[in-house]
């Protein structure tokens, strides 16, 4: 079996598993309590979509932008439209997460951005982010046992933490070796064909990038504090969530419920958008904050019907924009276009 049919396999055998999961879960609660309490929610969809516009895609959009060296800096509202595109193709595209990063970074690409700049302005982001979630769950266990008392869930969730903030710390040094050329430098030489050879020049010119975006600390340290108070800012989004079903929420319990359903959804990451595995985490960590199981999975249900409201409309806009470039885009002429005559080039 070749290895592409071998990827897809194993994404349509995690989404068969993600699907088999949350409907055991939906049948576990009562499908109709969950249905229930979502729609005497009302407005609070409504409320969700329009605060998760702010926290996190506007201030993960400020975040990004602030990487951009002042010379290719894109408006804030493309950064924007590219942040919600990435969002939904990272949430609804089976890609192991990380196709709407590269998404963003080929949109800033034809929006102007030097290749180089808009691929390693997202590598950047994306160790701030590593690093981000790592201190984000951290904070949300240590709540969690202060709010609780339990403590049985703390070593594996900080061993997973400690995974998280490693896998960080190392791509972040990686980055800053020179990573990029060094893989050019191998596939040229496993390839042993002249050609590749572009592929170390292209590897250079990232890792010089990259370590001009690192030289920026200021910048850096304003970026990171952007991403953290998008990963803080989306609190409210549950806060709205809980009150909305009548839970009387405190912004403490909604940190701690969003921290550690995130971090649960990351590290399942090979399960597409996190089906099944999300909801799960929010009926664990409910159950230790005293939620009850329906009221926790219908929680977890707005926040899907959230994504899924916001991420399609963002999956028809970033075809659009594609499509508009290929059309716009001159098609390559073909070999047998650039021959006349006895076959000799043009």
């Not at 990827?7 to 055998?13: P, Q, R, Y």
């Not at 590598?123 to 609780?148: C, K, Q």
């Not at 910048?219 to 108070?229: D, Q, R």
Request: net charge positive; glycine share 8%.
């Amino acid at each position: 079996m070749k290895a592409p049919r071998k990827v897809k396999l194993t994404f349509f055998l995690f989404a068969i598993g993600g699907a088999a999961l949350f409907t055991a879960l939906l049948i576990h609660q009562g499908a109709s309590q969950v249905v229930s309490a979502v729609a005497t929610a009302g407005w609070a969809l409504a409320a969700m979509i329009a605060y998760h516009l702010f926290s996190p895609i506007f201030l993960d959009a400020v975040a990004w932008g602030l990487l951009f060296p002042s010379q290719y800096r894109l408006p804030l509202r493309k950064l924007f439209l590219m942040r919600w595109i990435s969002e939904a193709v990272s949430g609804l595209v089976p890609s192991f997460a990380v196709g709407g990063d590269i998404v963003r970074a080929r949109m800033a690409t034809l929006a102007g951005v030097p290749r180089a700049v808009s691929a390693a302005t997202v590598l950047v982001d994306m160790t701030l982010n590593l690093l981000a979630v790592a201190g984000y769950t951290f904070l949300g266990v240590v709540l969690l046992v202060s709010a609780s008392g339990q403590t049985h869930f703390v070593i594996p969730t900080l061993l997973a933490t400690a995974i998280g903030l490693a896998a960080g710390i190392l791509f972040f040094f990686a980055q800053r070796l020179g990573m990029f050329r060094f893989i050019a430098v191998l596939v040229t030489r496993v390839a042993r064909a002249p050609e590749w050879q572009s592929l170390v020049t292209s590897g250079e010119n990232l890792d010089r990038t990259i370590h001009t975006i690192y030289r920026r600390r200021l910048a850096l340290l304003a970026s990171a504090t952007a991403s953290i108070l998008a990963f803080v800012g989306c609190t409210g989004e549950v806060w709205i969530a809980m009150r909305a079903l009548g839970l009387h929420p405190t912004i403490l319990h909604a940190l701690i419920l969003h921290s550690l359903a995130l971090a649960v959804r990351s590290a399942a990451f090979v399960v597409p958008a996190g089906l099944g595995v999300q909801e799960a985490g929010y009926l664990f960590v409910g159950k230790l904050l005293g939620i009850p199981g329906e009221s926790a999975l219908a929680l977890a249900v707005m926040a899907r019907a959230r994504e899924l409201i916001l991420g399609i409309p963002g999956l028809i806009t970033w075809q659009l924009i594609e499509t508009r470039h290929h059309l716009r885009t001159p098609a390559t002429p073909s070999a047998a276009d650039l021959t006349v005559g006895n076959g000799k080039a043009v």
